[in-house]
């Protein structure tokens, strides 16, 4: 799959050069290109401009994001494709819309910045997404929430299948609580103006062996997260 961001600033993108993400590329399963609107404007400082009607802030030409959305489905030639715009009013990113975007060829994700993108680029998207009922600086941080959550549905992207946290309950997704060595930890706490050793372990159950007990207490500590 490839992902083309378009964005002012491709150089916070660093977080897409780590962990799986960084091997997806490395396998060749995904490839992400970076697209600056400042490149598309004869002077770099034009790309953007006062609101009209007046208002805070500066909001993004639709000029320059149109010339890059261009450029990027000139070079690729795929057809299977969805144009995001990453926007506080959109709907809420999902497990399932990661799942379903994840059948795309190609994503081309638009970020928004300052006060937002001239609206009349919405003209040549397919969604609106936001990645949460709060206001970002621009839209980076959920640029990059949409590109690992889409990968990690790609076949050959994750080592276990079971990694896919989807995959461990079909009535949802759950979370409870992991531990890892060693069996216990010893830390020194104060308690009652006296320091005290405190010792942290892991809970016996999951050092039985018993799959059915170990089982049943995830169960038990479950928490649904969607």
């Known amino acids: 799959m490839i992902f083309d961001i378009i964005s002012l600033f491709p150089e916070s993108f660093c977080y897409l050069n780590t962990s799986i993400l960084k091997k997806a590329q490395d396998k060749k399963i995904i490839k992400i290109r970076f697209w600056n609107p400042r490149d598309f404007c004869k002077n770099k400082h034009e790309v953007d401009d006062k609101p009209y009607g007046g208002g805070p802030g500066m909001v993004l ?16 030639r795929i057809k299977k494709r969805k144009i995001i715009l990453t926007h506080p009013a959109g709907i809420i990113f999902d497990q399932n819309l ?8 190609q994503i081309i ?28 600086t621009g839209g980076e941080l959920p640029a990059m929430i949409i590109v690992d959550a889409i990968t990690r549905h790609l076949p050959k992207t994750l080592h276990h299948p079971l990694s896919l946290e989807e995959k461990r309950n079909q009535n949802g997704l759950y979370s409870y609580p992991v531990y890892t060595r060693p069996e216990t930890i010893i830390i020194k706490k104060k308690i009652k103006n006296k320091i005290k050793n405190v010792n942290l372990r892991v809970p016996k159950v999951l050092l039985s062996g018993n799959h059915k007990l170990i089982d049943e207490w995830k169960k038990k500590n479950s928490k649904k997260i969607i």
């Open 109 to 136: 994700i638009i970020c928004g910045h300052y006060e937002g993108v001239d609206a009349r680029i919405e003209k040549f998207v397919d969604l609106k997404i936001s990645v949460g009922k709060y206001i970002l």
């Open 98 to 105: 990661a799942k379903k975007l994840s059948k795309e060829k």
């Open 61 to 76: 030409k639709f000029e320059p994001i149109y010339k890059a959305l261009q450029k990027t489905k000139k070079i690729s």
